[in-house]
């Protein structure tokens, strides 16, 4: 079973989450989020998943985060979560050609060792893989 953590609680994470618990193969196993959003986040997914303002406070190290955030929630914790080895998807595009977000990313990351991928379409998510040389690798 695969241990999924979500960064972001509002209407993207909600459809997320009901995803995944509808899942025999995944298990939600956190959701980092804003101080102000934990409360209403705790509340929807009961007192087995882990509701932290960071990765740092997840008991366990999740298998794969998704981005359900945003601009905001993806500067905040991506960088920290590729930092640790943690493949992280974007749900929403748009994401990773940001200028801020490249620039400190490429500055806190050895890329040799990490893949920014974009699967096809405008609408698609963004992805960036552990894995070097994913298809639609840019990095």
Not at 21 to 42: K, M, P, Q
Not at 68 to 83: D, F, S, T, V, Y
Not at 99 to 126: K, Y
């Amino acid at each position: 079973m695969k241990h999924v953590a979500i960064i972001g609680y509002g209407a993207i994470a909600s459809h997320v989450i009901r995803a995944i618990s509808s899942s025999s193969a995944i298990r939600l196993g956190g959701v980092i989020g804003r101080a102000e959003r934990l409360a209403a986040a705790r509340e929807a997914v009961g007192q087995d998943v882990a509701v932290v303002e960071s990765i740092d406070g997840l008991a366990t190290r999740p298998d794969l985060v998704l981005d359900c955030a945003g601009h905001p929630g993806l500067i905040a914790h991506g960088a920290g979560i590729l930092e640790r080895g943690i493949d992280l998807v974007s749900v929403s595009a748009g994401h990773w050609p940001t200028r801020h977000f490249t620039r400190r990313s490429r500055a806190q990351l050895p890329l040799p060792e990490r893949a920014f991928a974009s699967p096809p379409g405008p609408s698609a998510g963004s992805t960036c893989s552990r894995r070097r040389g994913a298809a639609g690798s840019t990095g």
